[in-house]
């Protein structure tokens, strides 16, 4: 079974809309992330959480909000979709980082994304 | 913004050759992580160099990294069909708060 795993894998809706993208994790990692892919734009952060309690903004969250339910699950919503919202979206997880003399950062492992088509 | 730049943006090779990318970046960093991402598909983590690493291996992967010149390179040695993705080069910025700053991608094609 996948590790990190996101429902629903295409949505297709309206303008207008709320839309909520779920992901879980099973890896019992304390840092989650979402991430939008453009073509040509590479990924870039939207929202990062390090636990339950702390949300943060990343770098496009306009538009966008998050909800830590709990360690393993990590929501993305649209509160009213847009066309340009159309996207590949992306959780990640990583651990909290380790300590060697100095903070070592993680690598984040990836869901199998989310295709978002606004109309 | 990204930090992290790959080039080339594109590059085809014949299987067997080695494929070499390189990646720019423009601030001091923790580490340089290297991804790949199959069509359509999350992205999967290659290798990870720390800021005071120069060199690391892993199976057919080559890392370099020179934080003088703010540059990394990754080489695929005796390249195969399957390894035709889009790899991202991702940096993890000192004083960053643990957050990634991914380059735009560059694709491989590996020709049989």
């Known amino acids: 079974d996948a590790d990190v795993t996101q429902t629903p894998r295409n949505r297709i809706t309206k303008t207008g809309k709320r839309i909520m993208l779920e992901c879980s994790q099973t890896k019992g990692h304390d840092r989650m992330y979402w991430y939008r892919q453009d073509p040509g734009l590479g990924l870039r952060l939207i929202y990062y959480?390090?636990?339950?309690?702390?949300?943060n903004k990343g770098e496009i969250s306009d538009g966008y909000s998050v909800s830590r339910q709990a360690q393993a699950k990590f929501s993305l919503s649209l509160e009213s979709a847009i066309p340009n919202q159309t996207a590949l979206y992306f959780c990640?997880?990583?651990?909290?980082?380790?300590?060697?003399?100095?903070?070592?950062?993680?690598?984040?492992?990836f869901g199998p994304g989310t295709r978002l088509t606004v109309l | 913004s990204q930090q992290g730049e790959e080039d080339p943006q594109a590059l085809s090779i014949q299987e067997g050759e080695n494929a070499t990318m390189n990646c720019s970046y423009k601030t001091s960093i923790n580490n340089l992580q290297w991804y790949r991402q199959n069509s359509g598909r999350g992205l999967v983590h290659l290798i990870l160099?720390?800021?005071?690493?120069r060199e690391k291996h892993s199976g057919r992967l080559r890392v370099t990294l020179d934080t003088s010149k703010k540059s990394s390179s990754l080489l695929i040695t005796a390249s195969r069909a399957a390894d035709t993705a889009s790899y991202f080069c991702a940096t993890a910025p000192k004083g960053g708060s643990e957050k990634l700053v991914f380059g735009k991608g560059m694709k491989l094609t590996v020709n049989p």
């Open positions: 990640a997880t990583s651990e909290r980082p380790g300590l060697a003399g100095a903070l070592i950062y993680n690598e984040q492992f």
């Open positions: 160099i720390r800021s005071n690493e």
């Open positions: 959480s390090f636990d339950v309690k702390d949300i």
